[in-house]
């Protein structure tokens, strides 16, 4: 296995100039990227308002169609990330990167130092990864389950063609599913935001502690309310999918094939097509918030540290300095974007580990917002 490896000596101030420059520039140049106008969005909210017009007329001449749209709508949400399986065009690699082949021992190692004394660190990673794939797929999910709630209302409660326990069912477990979305939407998890959170609250904690005891109960129920709310939403729009989905399946008679397929189709449509925009609008702000803070938070610093010494050895408060600079940026730059795409088309952008500082047993002890 060949993966990207620091090419810099990152225990000096210059070197980790050096690498601070370099990945500035390649998110400038992903940043341009993404900031360029795509012609096929509009073609694509086109054929998109189409496809949900034909469905809607469909499902209002059969009813049982609710079903099918819902059935699928469950199973694309349970298994939404079967895109990252779809046909997808290899990157470019960058010739002036540097590479390394991995061994299996090479990758283990790092691996096991993880899961033995950053567990936390680990988490959070897969946190980030797992939530933050999750935002993108927002707006397709507003607007599939949007439609399967309105005709759950109309048909179980005005028409009476459906069962109302069923519709009340079906109505209870989209609205968990919209709050869940609507929250990650608000935590923003692709740019660490429960890892900000809890580190911002963790900070109030302490300081209500030292404060008063009013000021401690007062936060601490606060914190607990806000576990309570989230769990209770991950819960429901997570866990309690499946018995819906099988409830659904249960009821539905199974007698139509092509429209099965047809809804299937129109669904995958709609949510490729929203999860492209989407990602590539919350790319962009993610990449705008990055830059800024490499820039200001990072590299301004470490040019006044590097001008400071110049070439004194670092000692005393400049090496807790660059200590503070090197925390700072691994844990934003550890988050890399990576682009996938339908044999070149529909591009989606998802926020993945970046290996070659995940590897690096001398990035690593830097790593980690709890750690």
């Known amino acids: 296995m060949q993966a990207e490896e620091i090419c810099k000596d990152v225990s000096s101030p210059e070197g980790l100039r050096s690498e601070v420059r370099t990945e500035i520039a390649h998110e400038e140049r992903l940043l341009a990227r993404v900031k360029q106008p795509n012609r096929g969005y509009t073609m694509g909210y086109i054929a998109v308002v189409v496809l949900l017009a034909v469905i809607v007329l469909i499902i209002f001449a059969q009813p049982n ?21 779809l046909p997808t065009t290899r990157k470019r690699r960058s010739e002036d990167a540097c590479r390394r082949s991995y061994q299996i021992g090479d990758i283990l190692k790092p691996v096991k130092f993880l899961l033995a004394h950053k567990r936390k660190l680990a988490i ?54 919209i709050f869940f979305f609507i929250m990650m ?3 923003e998890p692709h740019s660490q935001g429960f890892t900000r959170i809890a580190t911002s609250m963790r900070g109030r904690i302490s300081a209500a ?43 539905e008679k199974w007698g139509n094939l092509l429209l099965l397929i047809l809804i299937f189709a129109i669904e995958i449509a709609v949510m490729r097509h929203f999860q492209a925009v989407s990602s590539r609008r919350m790319v962009r702000g993610l990449l705008e918030e990055r830059l800024r803070s490499m820039r200001k938070d990072v590299l301004e610093p470490l040019e006044a540290l590097v001008v400071r010494l110049s070439g004194k050895e ?22 890399d974007i990576v682009e996938l795409n339908f044999f070149g088309y529909s591009p989606i952008f998802v926020v993945g580990p970046k290996l070659k500082y995940l590897l690096d047993p001398q990035v690593i002890p830097y790593l980690g917002t709890f750690d």
Do not use: C, H
């Open 185 to 187: 939407l608000i935590l």
């Open 314 to 335: 670092v000692v005393g408060k400049d090496k807790e300095i660059l200590e503070q600079l090197k925390r700072g940026f691994f844990s934003i730059a550890t988050y």
């Open 65 to 85: 169609g609710i079903l099918l749209w819902l059935i699928v709508a469950f199973i694309l949400y349970s298994f939404n990330y079967i895109i990252l399986f």
């Open 124 to 177: 959070e990673v897969s946190l980030t990864m797992f939530l933050g794939g999750m935002v993108p797929l927002a707006a397709s999910f507003f607007v599939i389950f949007g439609i399967g709630l309105f005709f759950a209302l109309y048909f179980g409660y005005i028409t009476g063609s459906m069962d109302p326990l069923v519709a009340q069912n079906i109505v209870i477990q989209i609205l968990f599913i």
């Open 209 to 251: 502690r030292e404060r008063s005891r009013a000021a401690f109960i007062g936060i601490m129920a606060l914190a607990g309310l806000i576990i309570a709310v989230v769990a209770i939403l991950f819960i429901g729009a997570m866990l309690l999918t499946g018995g819906t989905l099988g409830q659904l399946i249960s009821v």
